[in-house]
């Protein structure tokens, strides 16, 4: 079976470590591995409008900033197709024929779109289209027989009900389409990095993400200011790892290499752990050098990014050029969903020539 590779994100704000970690990273390295017949990155600014419809411009200036995110971390046009939702009107008509094959009540029960309702305080007042994104988000996947998907954990349950959609729309209409896969990251840290101030998750209007284009001293006034251990008061006090955001981003970024670089008095981060656990180890030590490493995570992406924003035409092209590819093979699978389904009339010569038939004879 071929082997393709799908993910997206909402065009709703710059990207953060914590899309980097969680995913982007992933895809790069999935991208240069080269172990796949086709690779999309989608910019689902369709789905973004499912709960800022007020709001189209937000989503309209964040194409190009997510854009410029991909391409700054190594996306590569080349053998990516990067691609903008909207401009692939099939998945509208994939998702049409698809909420037919999904309750209400399921929808309810997707665990993704009940936090999202709370989160976004809708209440009673929910969107039907933010409602039924889920549904999108399987044609999405779907119209390009994509079957790796590699996202963050929050997605399972869309990849759950997009592998249901397809199960049901196989078993009415006949073996059509491909159930997906989610990849999520190995390293738990990755999964869920939380806020610069310990919280659960990274958003923007809590002001607590470092974004992959913050300035070095951006980076370091947040990485300066994180939050620790707040009993960890005089030096020799042992120090608590759970909930201590330095840390688990520790965790998710530093490698031995980082050590013999920057801090080579420990070999790795089990013995930074163990001396901060022990006492006697000073938060700003350990923030200074998870200041390093993510300083040399980023120093690459921010001057690819440099050069890209030099050239905001051609990312645009690069747009529009994947949206065309995207387009061509999403109407393929659109045409064979049709013909599953036995609407596809005006090539069905027997369909023509038996309800002739049936009136002469
Ligand atoms: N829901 C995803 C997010 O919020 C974005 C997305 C849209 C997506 N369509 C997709 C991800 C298809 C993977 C596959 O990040």
Do not use: W
């Amino acid at each position: 079976m071929k082997k393709i590779v799908l993910t997206g994100d909402r065009p709703t704000g710059r990207l953060h470590v914590g899309h980097y970690v969680g995913s982007l990273k992933r895809r790069v390295e999935l991208q240069n591995e080269g172990n796949f017949d086709e690779m999309y990155v989608m910019i689902a600014d369709a789905q973004a409008l499912t709960d800022n419809a007020e709001n189209p411009e937000k989503v309209r200036q964040n194409i190009v900033e997510v854009s410029l995110d991909y391409l700054s971390c190594g996306i590569d046009p080349e053998k990516v197709t990067v691609f903008i939702q909207s401009q692939v009107p099939e998945l509208c008509e994939l998702s049409f024929y698809y909420m037919n094959l999904v309750t209400v009540s399921r929808l309810q029960r997707n665990p993704t779109v009940k936090s999202e309702i709370q989160m976004r305080n809708f209440e009673t007042s929910i969107p039907v289209g933010f409602f039924t994104y889920p549904i999108s988000q399987a044609a999405d996947i779907t119209a390009f027989k994509a079957n790796i998907i590699p996202v963050g954990e929050d997605q399972l349950p869309m990849i759950e009900q997009t592998r249901e959609i397809v199960r049901k729309f196989n078993s009415v209409y006949g073996d059509t389409l491909v159930e997906p896969e989610a990849v999520i990251p190995k390293n738990k840290a990755c999964m869920r990095l939380p806020g610069t101030d310990g919280k659960a998750k990274m958003s923007k209007s809590l002001g607590n993400c470092i974004y992959l284009s913050d300035s070095p001293e951006e980076v370091r006034t947040k990485v300066m200011s994180m939050f620790t251990d707040p009993d960890h008061i005089k030096l020799t006090d042992p120090g608590k790892l759970e909930g201590n955001a330095v840390f688990t981003y520790l965790d998710a970024f530093a490698t031995d290499d980082h050590f013999r670089e920057f801090l080579p008095d420990y070999a790795n981060l089990d013995e930074l752990k163990a001396h901060y656990t022990r006492g006697g180890l000073g938060d700003m030590k350990v923030k200074k050098f998870l200041n390093a490493v993510l300083q040399a995570e980023l120093d690459p992406i921010r001057t690819r990014r440099k050069q890209f924003e030099k050239n905001i035409p051609e990312v645009y092209e690069i747009l529009k050029k994947g949206s065309v590819k995207a387009e061509k093979a999403a109407a393929e699978t659109l045409a064979e969903v049709k013909s599953a389904m036995r609407i596809n009339y005006f090539d069905d010569a027997e369909l023509i020539r038996s309800q002739s038939e049936k009136y002469n004879g």
